[in-house]
């Protein structure tokens, strides 16, 4: 199965992700959490991205699409898995349809989270992550249960830099701008599926199962 996960930061996209990919046996591959990775690692990818990052802005596609490469394609070919996060831009769309036709396959699903920009902000300035395991809480809707630390791991929670004010209007602007048109481009292929993303996390979550069981 190979699926992808679309959305407007803070849709939910990640939180879902985890969750299908354990149940799914899939590999969860998630651009935001690799760069973030390998910026803590100090490596040199990971401090240019961050450049990009904190103001909201993309990071370049040939960088992306590299990174993405090599995660799916270098040392051995991944059958199954999810993309989160990627791509976000019509460039890495067609990058990733040229890489699948390469190894003769294809996207089984697209799965849209669609929410209002209202519940995006409020969930984009609440969210809270884990510096070491990347669990991700909202200080109203998932909070830890002591304030502060990771219940997966007991590490210190934080607020992203990017999850501040001033660059998530930026990242909206540029996912409606960038990253929206990839519905019309999956729409197209007719493998895209659109979840609605203001319910629970589990009524959500149950959605996706419903559509992954019905369609594959
Ligand atoms: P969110 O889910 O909140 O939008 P992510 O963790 O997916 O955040 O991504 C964080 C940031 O990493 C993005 O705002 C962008 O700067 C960079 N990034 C992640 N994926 C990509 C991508 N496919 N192309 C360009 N930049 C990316
Ligand atoms: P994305 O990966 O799309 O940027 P996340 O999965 O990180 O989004 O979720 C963004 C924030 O919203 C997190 O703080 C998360 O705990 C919270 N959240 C996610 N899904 C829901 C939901 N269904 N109801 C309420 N809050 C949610
Ligand atoms: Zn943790």
């Known amino acids: 199965m190979k699926l992808l996960m679309m959305g407007p930061p803070g849709a939910g996209k990640g939180t879902q992700a985890k969750k299908i990919v354990e149940d799914y046996h899939l590999a969860n591959i998630s651009t935001g959490d690799m760069f973030r ?27 992306t699409i590299e990174i993405v490469r ?16 990627f791509p976000r831009t019509i460039t890495q769309a067609e990058a990733l349809d040229e890489m699948l036709e390469v190894e003769q396959t294809k996207l089984d699903a697209v799965i849209q989270i669609v929410v209002s ?11 809270r992550s884990c510096s070491i395991c990347g669990a991700t809480y909202h200080v ?28 998530v209007r930026n990242r909206l602007d540029i996912y409606k701008e960038k990253t929206k ?29 419903t559509l992954l069981e019905t369609h594959l």
């Open 117 to 127: 920009d209202a519940v995006i902000l409020n969930r984009m300035v609440g969210r």
């Open 181 to 209: 048109p990839l519905i019309d481009y999956y729409d197209a292929q007719g493998i895209l599926y659109e979840v609605n993303g203001e319910k629970s996390f589990d009524a959500v979550y149950r959605d996706i199962q």
């Open 37 to 63: 990775e390998s910026y803590r690692k100090k490596e040199s990818l990971g401090l240019l991205a961050m450049e990009f990052i904190r103001d909201g802005h993309l990071v370049s596609d040939e960088i």
């Open 70 to 85: 090599r995660r799916l394609f270098v040392n051995h070919v991944e059958k199954n898995f999810l993309l989160d996060g």
């Open 140 to 167: 109203d809707y998932k909070p830890p249960q002591k304030e502060g630390v990771c219940d997966a791991c007991g590490g210190v929670l934080y607020q992203r830099e990017d999850d501040k004010h001033e660059s």
